[in-house]
């Protein structure tokens, strides 16, 4: 990792959460009346997975700089391939990582191209981060647009917790059809704050959002039971999401807590265990 320092300051970490990519649906037979179009899920989940694993990406940039500075050791999710440059001017901070052409993450996720994250002050116990994409992609997937998030030093529980906005628009090798996710999450960092590592992190997660195609397809999610995401496990590993697409209505439980790759969709009272890929 590569990191230009202009000016010292600190930096604070938001929680990243990384959603199921796809599901295998085989199981749902035709009595079930289930009419989900398996391209248009698929396009779906690959969308919430190239949005979070692109959170995670900006949270962890924000905690692996705060804890420099405080001189913690850091187990790093940035390789030398990724250039951090920080820069300040008066009272707003920037932080530009650049992937260049190609860069391979220490969690196995291929990027290229450039996130800015803008900032002022700490206000109230609480920062304000303006984030946007300059021509990047996420395992060949591209992502245009940008948010904000609302970062909290600590909540009721006393735990760091932050709200994103988010509005970006990602595409997809091989077609012209292009996705934009718009939403709010909210996300409770529960263990391993200030441990200088992404590897023992625990994140609670609410919140909803909404998903529209240039096909004119459509799905929404909500989290109806708080989700548990621990950055070493690459799934989910309990909680239960929300989903509404093609005009029917489900939800999605991710177990009780155990790192594997198992989950439930659950529609009409009938449960139908898949394998998350």
Do not use: H
């Not at 990792?1 to 990384?18: E, G, N, R």
């Not at 450039?114 to 996420?138: A, C, M, R, S, W």
């Amino acid at each position: 990792m590569k990191i230009t320092i202009f000016k010292s300051w600190a930096l604070f970490v938001i929680p990243a959460l990384l959603l199921f990519q796809s599901c295998d649906t085989d199981e749902i037979t035709e009595t079930t009346e289930v009419n989900i179009s398996s391209e248009n899920a698929v396009r779906a989940a690959k969308t919430d997975n190239v949005a979070e694993g692109t959170f995670n990406i900006i949270e962890q940039a924000f905690v692996e700089n705060e804890t420099e500075g405080r001189g913690v050791t850091q187990t790093s999710l940035f390789p030398n391939c990724t250039e951090i440059t920080i820069t300040s001017q008066g009272n707003t901070f920037t932080i530009l990582l650049d992937f260049g052409d190609s860069c391979t993450l220490n969690n196995g996720n291929v990027v290229s191209g450039k996130i800015l994250l803008e900032y002022g002050p700490l206000v109230g116990g609480t920062y304000t981060i303006d984030y946007t994409f300059q021509e990047f992609e996420f395992n060949q997937n591209g992502v245009e647009g940008g948010g904000s998030i609302l970062y909290e030093i600590a909540n009721q529980n006393d735990n760091p917790q932050s709200t994103l906005t988010q509005n970006i628009t990602v595409s997809f090798p091989n077609t012209t059809v292009t996705a934009t996710r718009i939403g709010t999450r909210i996300a409770e960092w529960v263990e391993g704050v200030g441990t200088g590592t992404w590897l023992d992190n625990v994140y609670y997660v609410t919140g909803n959002w909404q998903t529209e195609f240039t096909n004119g397809f459509a799905r929404s999610g909500e989290v109806t039971e708080t989700l548990i995401y621990k950055t070493a496990c690459p799934y989910l590993v309990a909680g239960r999401l929300e989903i509404m697409q093609d005009g029917l209505t489900a939800e999605i439980d991710f177990g009780n807590g155990e790192c594997d790759n198992q989950a439930v969709f659950i529609y009409n009272g009938q449960e139908f265990p898949f394998t998350m890929n």
